[in-house]
Nanobody
Framework: VQFVESGGDSVQPGGSLKLSCTGP????????MGWYRQAPGNQRDFVAA????????FIRESVRDRFSISRDNEKNTLYLQMNSLKSEDTAVYFC????????????WGQGTQVTVSS
């Protein structure tokens, strides 16, 4: 069982994308969820997280004024709205539990590629 990410694309600087992540309800609904990204040659880094109840969100400082996270527990879907994209946002984006513990390692999906380039 894995999460499935989608919505990645190639866009120009300043563009917007909305990423989605879905998974079975038993590994989605009761858990705080997060978005992570991995740029070429780098480790996977935290981007944003949201509580299971959809009441609390936390976004890394470097993207806080451009990205937002949300979830729809009825659809078992997590979202990442990305605006004013920059070249440094280029990465493969993943979702998983937050924090991604040892127990959630099997849930990593293939990710979705975001490329920001002129």
């Amino acid at each position: 069982v894995q999460f499935v990410e989608s919505g990645g694309d190639s866009v120009q600087p300043g563009g917007s994308l909305k990423l989605s992540c879905t998974g079975p309800g038993n590994i989605f609904k009761p858990f705080d969820m997060g978005w992570y990204r991995q740029a070429p040659g780098n480790q996977r880094d935290f981007v944003a997280a949201i509580s299971w109840s959809n009441t609390t969100a936390f976004i890394r400082e470097s993207v806080r004024d451009r990205f937002s996270i949300s979830r729809d527990n009825e659809k078992n879907t997590l979202y990442l709205q990305m605006n004013s994209l920059k070249s440094e946002d280029t990465a493969v984006y993943f979702c998983n539990h937050y924090p991604a513990s040892a127990a959630s390692q099997d849930y990593w999906g293939q990710g979705t590629q975001v490329t920001v380039s002129s």
